[in-house]
């Protein structure tokens, strides 16, 4: 008996813990039990063929918002050329409605809910010959049900993960109740015991993963059980591998917060879903936060600089206008987080937000991932202009790679929503989305946009010169560019340098004689520090003209920079 399960993945970096989940559960039956991982990228034919030579006896799916189109497809020509194969179909996106979607897909079954004592019970029939007798619908209801404890370790060999995130789930369920989250059907938690949670990160610790994503829904929900992992991760840090956690920064407590700020640079990750802070949009969620303590919360994280702190937002919520996300956004903006996702409601299928969407005059695309379209507070074309927002915003703030040059820009506005608004309407009379531009155009396009607002007259400072204006607008993005990436070649936005070749030169000689500024490359000779080191001198950001040497080897873990070292000009 050959049992085929198949993940579909959004990119290739992703992986899919439920498929090796349930594989971990089925015993002395796994030997029947293949898994197979694809892309939603990879051509329809290309997956139709793979799955066709693995000659499964059974097919089961694995299936989510972002695969689920792909996966009918496949079904539907899977029928044609293995018509005496069953297919069955598991996942959130199959389980709300599981009996329609057998109809439609026109499967053997659907597996509902958590699958793990599903998948294991459908193994073991087909195995025994006795699948004939399966209902068409699997549950936690009619299958033995299988405790969250009990779910094996399913990391076993690391080699088929190099190169792509590994998924971990210490924690099951969700304690709140967010009418937009699947998670808030069922409120019921599951726990893995912190003693075998701790022995499994052991695992990835010898095993050097670079990071290890958590998949819990609110990690820090129970102060017992999340603390003696941090102080796990703490005490055995190996230097390499960065644990991602999803939290409710409203839950810190100072016990948090003196682990926290011990932790190694780039250690961990926080992503804080704060999703708006309007209060009677809160409200109408169900969603208590306390976005004062949460903001407090983010700030002292963020000024320890050891942290990657990542914040979201959703546009489309009840009661959320455009005015009103323009209030959330310059909120969340204001904290300045290392990314901040604008994302956008998606009507889940069986989710409370669903129930009440008439209520809202909630429209959604009727296509997977189901996102907003349009509410009663929030047009189309205001969602289409989001969108814009959106893409820009992805390009030059959550990149990173633009800090100096959007923070010298944004007093020129009246808000941070204002500045990527602005710079979104630039895009589309220039006509420029749609169009991949590489690394050095995307700094000309924010020059060409920066220099039409200093010209337009929208100058705070208007005791400096246009003139000088632009020129600091260049070298902002020169440091910028620099800081990101030893370029071979001068971008033609700099500043010209001629007039410093020979500071350049001293100060290079110096530091090939002294190894002051870089210890890192003590023994390096001046010839062999050109080729690593970076010189600029910069006349305007500064109080007066300074040179900043830039060096590649050591880069920020959270920011993902290069080193830079102001250095005095030689006299």
């Known amino acids: 008996m050959n049992i085929l399960l198949v ?3 959004a990119k290739y970096i992703h992986s899919n813990p439920a498929i090796f989940s349930l594989k ?18 990879q051509p329809f034919a290309f997956l139709l063929q793979e799955i066709y030579k693995k000659e499964p006896d ?20 899977l029928h044609k050329i293995l018509p005496d194969t069953d297919i069955w179909a598991g996942g959130p996106e199959v389980s709300y409605n599981p009996y329609e979607v057998k109809k439609e897909w026109m499967l053997r079954g659907v597996m509902a809910g958590a699958g793990e004592g599903s998948f294991s019970f459908l193994v073991a029939s087909y195995v025994q010959k006795t699948a004939d007798s399966l209902p068409d619908v699997l549950t936690t209801e ?9 779910i094996p370790f399913w990391y076993q060999d690391m080699e088929s993960f190099q190169n792509r995130i590994v998924y971990y789930e210490s924690s099951r369920g969700c304690p709140f109740s967010c009418s937009y989250c699947l998670s808030s059907i069922d409120r019921q938690m599951e726990f893995r015991p912190t003693e075998r949670v701790c022995e499994e990160l052991a695992f990835f ?7 290890v994503k958590f998949i819990d829904r609110t990690f820090n929900c129970n102060k017992q059980h999340a603390l003696p992992i941090l102080r796990y991760l703490l005490k055995h840090d190996n230097g390499i591998t960065n644990f991602h956690f999803e939290i409710a920064a409203d839950l810190l407590d100072e016990d948090y917060f003196a682990l926290l700020e011990q932790m190694r640079p780039g250690a961990v990750q926080l992503e804080i879903g704060i999703q708006s802070t309007n209060r009677q949009t809160l409200k109408e969620i169900d969603r208590n936060m306390d976005f004062a303590k949460t903001a407090d919360a983010v700030r002292r994280v963020l000024s320890w ?11 489309g919520l009840p009661y959320e206008d455009f005015h009103s996300f323009q209030v959330s956004f310059n909120d969340v903006y204001a904290l300045r987080p290392m990314q901040l996702q604008l994302g956008f409601l998606k009507v889940l299928k069986g989710s409370a937000i669903e129930a009440r969407a008439p209520k809202y005059s909630l429209v959604s695309s009727s296509q997977p991932p189901y996102e907003v379209l349009s509410t009663k507070w929030l047009s189309y074309q205001e969602v289409c202009r989001l969108k814009q927002i959106e893409e820009v915003f992805e390009i030059y703030y959550n990149s990173g790679q633009f800090t100096h040059t959007l923070q010298l820009l944004l007093p020129y506005f009246s808000s941070a929503f204002a500045m990527y608004d602005s710079l979104a309407t630039w895009f589309a009379e220039h006509s420029l989305f749609g169009i991949l531009s590489n690394r050095v155009r995307k700094y000309e396009i924010l020059l060409e946009f920066g220099t039409s607002c200093i010209l337009n007259g929208h100058a705070t400072d208007t005791k400096c010169p246009a003139a000088r204006q632009i020129l600091k607008l260049r070298e902002t993005l020169t440091l910028d560019l620099y800081l990101r990436e030893h ?31 870089f210890a890192e490359y003590s023994g390096y000779r001046y010839k062999e520090l050109v080729k690593v080191l970076h010189v600029e001198v910069f006349e305007t950001i500064y109080a007066q003209p300074e040179a900043v040497v830039f060096s590649y080897q050591k880069k920020d873990p959270l920011t993902n920079n290069g080193r830079a070292v102001r250095a005095a000009l030689p006299l």
């Not at 610790?205 to 990071?211: E, S, Y």
């Not at 600089?305 to 546009?315: K, T």
Request: charged share 15%; net charge positive.
């Open 7 to 9: 993940a579909i993945n």
């Open 305 to 315: 600089n050891n942290i990657h702190v990542h914040l979201d937002l959703i546009a």
């Open 205 to 211: 610790f010898a095993q050097k993963v670079p990071q």
């Open 24 to 41: 971990a559960c089925t015993g002395i039956y796994s030997p029947h039990v293949q898994t197979v991982e694809f892309t939603i990228n």
């Open 58 to 77: 059974v097919i089961a799916f694995s299936c989510y918002i972002w695969n689920r189109s792909l996966i009918g497809q496949l079904i539907g020509d």
């Open 142 to 150: 009619n299958t033995p049900k299988m405790p969250f404890c009990d």
């Open 487 to 517: 370029m071979k070649n001068r971008p033609a936005f700099a500043v010209p340098s001629s007039q410093w070749k020979q500071a350049v030169q001293d100060i290079l000689l110096k530091e090939a004689q002294t190894h002051a500024l």
